[in-house]
């Protein structure tokens, strides 16, 4: 089995291609089977989110270890994922549902034995198909075997002794031709047994079997001249090659076979191999194995092919391989086809040995350059998420921080190629607003460095990113106007609830996805400014809390400065208060010297 990480990494490696995946416990064993139109969106939604069913975090818990099959369409993984289903049997297929079971199609133990889905399973004697993870192509197979066959629907109990007795009269089910109505003895034990065996064939997937059966029918009753019969042979024929389609996982081949392609790459080989069963694959496995001793590829067959037929338990005689030269097997024959569907299964099977070799490429790359390769990753994600003509390189944010108006200032920190360039961060003490105003302190602020980037003829950002949402956008908005650069720069807004991101001129937000790398780096620039922003802020607020333009009034000396800062933070608010506010704090006489001091110096009060 494979560690917690290299298990991540092969998830992250899986292609964006329609298949089956399966997962494996740590002793190897499969609990469970899956399709996916894209392998990699599917199996990654098991491991990026918290699931409310109990059953599937248990589940996510024991995979050790996952592989996967590549096909050519969602057909062909949802009829590959119900014939691994059936022949592993995986206990989370089944148990992965909370208030029910899957259900089964019973053929019930009785006189003219009914056909009908149930979800309780008892020890009766019935013979008992499923379960069906797809409810909706059990019932699909249910509805196909009643337009093919006719079999009856009602709950009559038809023991001899009851149908002699008389009691009963055929229903529209008769008239309509869908019951040969036992109910009036119309339709012998005998009769109803032999369409119950073509039943139990199509439901086993014995679809092979049961048109050669119905072929040999038609041929008898054409030579007795039963051609009315004759006929409804050949259309349960028809019906049934419509029903099993033209897919590599259901082929025409009577007898049963196996595939099998290896592919050298020193210092190792790759396999894939696929065991089918009267027209259906019924096991799937690609691996790499070690080729140290560089033996020929013949040789590489004739170890592998034995070791994987008894693996698998395969009697099939037998072997497409995927080279001209005939191998010397003991309980087989190999052959090398060029056309028809042998020749397709083969294609399916060197096809997964290329996407196996391409995740163990991925898998190696990821490994090596994953943190380099991530930052840019980024910024070409959110290039994409809001449509720029050219990758946001150049990327810089800013953040206002104060308290309750005091000591206000503004950060811009800069990323250039999705990382900080720290030497380049810059920020601002606010000059020309009074109070907590956020709005006006971003146009101050974002006025202040694109006026000068302009006057020094120096780069300006692919992106700025305005901390704060629609309010302050619009702020910065205009300073960039009032610099002209409204053509020269992209802005966006980001709000902080939802860290949705606003575009100038769209009235909807854009919120990008919770796992993508360009939300990664929004934050990143977000949380960035804010700490940036609030280390100066805090610096400066410390810096005044020990020093002011009252520092040089005599008869007020530091603790007195203290109580006064401490109930009113700053001199504006010492200055609004009530004269009675005051004098209750530091008494009437510090307070006349206050009062003075006010009437007759002007203050930046900021």
């Not at 990026?48 to 096909?71: A, E, I, N, P, S």
């Not at 070791?307 to 010397?328: M, N, P, Y």
């Not at 809001?386 to 309750?404: M, R, T």
């Not at 360039?421 to 920020?427: E, F, N, T, V």
Request: aromatic letters at 8%; one cysteine or more.
């Amino acid at each position: 089995m494979i560690s917690k990480d290299q298990l991540a990494n092969k998830v992250n490696t899986l292609p964006h291609n329609p298949g089956v995946y399966q997962f494996l416990d740590q002793s190897g064993k499969i609990i469970y089977v899956g399709k996916a139109i894209d392998l990699k969106k599917r199996v990654s939604s098991y491991f990026q989110k918290d699931h409310l069913d109990g059953k599937t975090r248990t589940l996510v818990k024991l995979v050790c270890d996952l592989q996967f099959t590549v096909v050519q369409n969602e057909l062909d993984a949802l009829l590959l994922e119900n014939n691994l289903i059936k022949s592993y049997k995986p206990r989370y297929n089944v148990l992965l549902k909370d208030d029910k079971t899957y259900p089964w199609i019973v053929i019930k133990k009785e006189a003219f034995a009914r056909v009908f889905p149930t979800r309780r399973k008892f020890n009766d004697g019935s013979t008992y198909y499923g379960p069906y993870p797809n409810v909706k192509q059990m019932h699909q197979l249910l509805a196909l075997i009643r337009e093919l066959f006719q079999i009856r629907t009602c709950a009559l109990d038809l023991r001899t002794q009851k149908i002699e007795q008389r009691k009963y009269k055929v229903c529209l089910e008769y008239h309509i031709g869908k019951c040969a109505g036992p109910c009036e003895n119309l339709q012998t034990s005998s009769a109803y047994e032999q369409t119950l065996h073509a039943v139990r064939l199509l439901l086993e997937g014995k679809n092979f079997s049961l048109i050669q059966q119905l072929k040999k029918e038609m041929n008898a009753h054409a030579s007795e001249q039963s051609y009315e019969a004759a006929q409804r042979c050949k259309e349960l024929i028809d019906a049934l090659s419509k029903y099993r389609s033209k897919s590599m996982m259901v082929s025409d081949h009577t007898q049963n076979f196996d595939v099998c392609y290896v592919e050298k790459a020193q210092p190792d080989a790759w396999i894939s191999y696929l065991v089918i069963c009267e027209g259906s694959i019924v096991h799937t496995y690609s691996s790499k194995v070690s080729d140290p001793l560089d033996v020929p590829l013949e040789t590489l067959y004739s170890q592998i092919i034995p070791q994987l037929r008894s693996h698998f338990e395969s009697s099939s005689k037998e072997i497409v391989v995927g080279i001209k030269d005939a191998l010397e097997l003991a309980d087989g024959k190999s052959l090398f086809p060029k056309i028809g569907e042998k020749r397709q299964l083969l294609e399916m099977a060197i096809n997964n040995v290329r996407h196996a070799q391409l995740q163990a490429r991925k898998a190696a790359m990821n490994k090596s350059t994953a943190v380099q390769n991530a930052p840019m990753q980024a910024v070409l994600e959110l290039q994409s998420a809001l449509g720029l003509s050219q990758a946001p390189l150049h990327i810089e944010c800013f953040d206002n921080s104060n308290l309750q108006g005091t000591n206000p200032v503004s950060a811009c920190v800069v990323f250039k190629n999705g990382i900080p360039s720290k030497a380049d961060y810059r920020h601002f003490n606010v000059k020309t607003v009074l109070g907590p105003d956020d709005f006006s302190t971003m146009k101050e602020a974002v006025g202040r460095r694109y006026s000068r980037l302009k006057a020094e003829g120096q780069a300006l950002p692919d992106l700025i990113i305005i901390d704060g949402g629609k309010g302050q956008l619009g702020a910065a908005l205009e300073a960039i106007e009032e610099i002209g650069l409204q053509n020269e720069v992209k802005l966006v807004g980001l709000a902080k609830r939802l860290e949705e991101l606003y575009k100038p001129g769209f009235s909807r937000s854009l919120i990008l996805d919770r796992r993508s790398l360009a939300l990664k780096l929004v934050q990143q620039l977000r949380d960035e400014a804010h700490r940036f922003g609030l280390s100066h802020h805090r610096k400066r607020r410390s810096k005044n809390a020990v020093g002011s333009a009252l520092d040089g009034v005599k008869g007020l000396g530091p603790k007195t400065l203290e109580v006064l800062y401490h109930e009113f933070s700053s001199l504006t608010q010492m200055k609004a208060a009530a004269p009675e506010q005051i004098i209750k704090k530091i008494g009437a006489a510090k307070a006349k010297l206050l009062f003075e001091f006010f009437s007759k110096n002007e203050l930046d009060l900021n």
